[in-house]
């Protein structure tokens, strides 16, 4: 930030949350088939749809539904929530299946994304946690049309 040194690493992530460290590969569900996927987080269809590379959310069982929406909320931050892609579907399989250590996930999210800053109020708060006063930083542009 500015000349300064912020840690931030998986374990920061989980200290910052008060999270205990896990040893869990979030990598892993990558390679998980989507076959396996489907039949754990849906109902009434056992195979991922042939051609296409979503869900449909309605095929999700309920409580897998409740998890969706924390996941587009939060972990992989979506409006289109009417489909579920491939990478959510992992996701949602992984945290019905495993245990996930959150702090990689989100490390490795942030390092990843490019088209926004993702988990912004984790930064701040990291940043604020380590005495960075960015109360200056926030500024409103107008938009001229």
């Given at each position: 930030m500015r000349g300064q040194y912020i840690p931030f690493s998986p374990l920061t992530i989980l200290r910052y949350y008060g999270l205990e460290n896990m040893e869990t590969d979030v990598f892993e569900s990558a390679n998980t088939n989507p076959d396996d996927v489907v039949i754990s987080?849906?109902?009434g269809i056992d195979h991922w749809p042939i051609g296409s590379s979503t869900l449909d959310y309605r095929n999700l069982l309920p409580q897998v539904r409740t998890l969706d929406k924390m996941v587009s909320a939060n972990l992989l931050p979506t409006t289109h929530t009417s489909t579920v892609t491939m990478e959510r579907a992992r996701l949602l399989h992984w945290l019905q299946t495993?245990?996930?250590?959150?702090?990689?996930?989100?490390?490795?999210n942030v390092c990843h994304i490019r088209r926004c800053l993702a988990f912004p109020?984790?930064?701040?708060?990291?940043?604020?946690?380590h005495g960075?006063?960015?109360?200056h930083e926030i500024t409103t542009v107008k938009r001229t049309m």
């Amino acid at each position: 930030m500015r000349g300064q040194y912020i840690p931030f690493s998986p374990l920061t992530i989980l200290r910052y949350y008060g999270l205990e460290n896990m040893e869990t590969d979030v990598f892993e569900s990558a390679n998980t088939n989507p076959d396996d996927v489907v039949i754990s987080i849906c109902q009434g269809i056992d195979h991922w749809p042939i051609g296409s590379s979503t869900l449909d959310y309605r095929n999700l069982l309920p409580q897998v539904r409740t998890l969706d929406k924390m996941v587009s909320a939060n972990l992989l931050p979506t409006t289109h929530t009417s489909t579920v892609t491939m990478e959510r579907a992992r996701l949602l399989h992984w945290l019905q299946t495993k245990t996930l250590d959150i702090g990689n996930y989100i490390f490795a999210n942030v390092c990843h994304i490019r088209r926004c800053l993702a988990f912004p109020s984790l930064i701040t708060g990291i940043c604020e946690l380590h005495g960075i006063d960015l109360s200056h930083e926030i500024t409103t542009v107008k938009r001229t049309m």
